[in-house]
T-cell receptor
Framework: NAGVTQTPKFRVLKTGQSMTLLCAQDMNHEYMYWYRQDPGMGLRLIHYSVGEGTTAKGEVPDGYNVSRLKKQNFLLGLESAAPSQTSVYFC???????????FGDGTRLSIL | EDQVTQSPEALRLQEGESSSLNCSYTVSGLRGLFWYRQDPGKGPEFLFTLYSAGEEKEKERLKATLTKKESFLHITAPKPEDSATYLCAVRPNSGGYQKVTFGTGTKLQVIP
């Protein structure tokens, strides 16, 4: 019973490089989310999806793109990484309306 | 603007010493309040959802309560394994079900 799985767990990038973070959930949830967590700040929503083929911007979307080609997967892309994107990234999914989100264990990303 | 403030930022307890964590919130109508536990290097783990003032939920040594302005997480006779950061989050009535505002958490340390 995996729940929400994120890959990779750790990554170091140089400024200007690109990468994709993968989130997979096996709970058949419609809703999926990408957050970032920085010291002293609450989790902030980057992008989200309300179903396969849909995406929408959250609170801090600049510098990121997302895709949801399959219901179980939600990808977060950094086209040209910047040091300000050094953070821990969490993926979450949710079932029906007003239900809680369930989180993966995060990807720790450092941009040098 | 929705706000969530958690206090204290950090709390150190002796094993068996009961205490409470506070989550104060300001939202234009509350759709739901969520408590999560986060262990180091892990994602938030869902604990409770509270929907209306006066509601209470319990799980082992934890009890969550809700008023119109704040929520408390009461920890009774804590054990070292209760050490973690506890996050509070609110979902307002406005902005759809996607909008959730997280607090910065209370880091709890329980000493044997």
């Amino acid at each position: 019973n995996a729940g929400v799985t994120q890959t990779p767990k750790f990554r170091v990038l140089k400024t200007g490089q690109s990468m994709t973070l993968l989130c997979a959930q096996d709970m058949n949830h419609e809703y999926m989310y990408w957050y970032r967590q920085d010291p002293g700040m609450g989790l902030r929503l980057i992008h989200y999806s309300v179903g396969e083929g849909t995406t929408a911007k959250g609170e801090v979307p600049d510098g990121y793109n997302v895709s949801r080609l399959k219901k179980q997967n939600f990808l977060l892309g950094l086209e040209s990484a910047a040091p300000s994107q050094t953070s821990v990234y969490f993926c979450a999914s949710r079932d029906r309306e007003n239900q809680p989100q369930h989180f993966g264990d995060g990807t720790r990303l450092s941009i040098l | 603007e929705d706000q969530v403030t958690q206090s204290p930022e950090a709390l150190r307890l002796q094993e068996g010493e009961s205490s409470s964590l506070n989550c104060s919130y300001t939202v234009s109508g509350l759709r739901g309040l969520f408590w999560y536990r986060q262990d180091p290097g892990k994602g938030p783990e869902f604990l409770f959802t509270l929907y209306s003032a006066g509601e209470e939920k319990e799980k082992e040594r934890l009890k969550a309560t809700l008023t119109k302005k704040e929520s408390f997480l009461h920890i009774t006779a804590p054990k070292p394994e209760d050490s973690a950061t506890y996050l509070c989050a609110v979902r307002p009535n406005s902005g759809g079900y996607q909008k959730v505002t997280f607090g910065t958490g209370t880091k709890l340390q329980v000493i044997p």
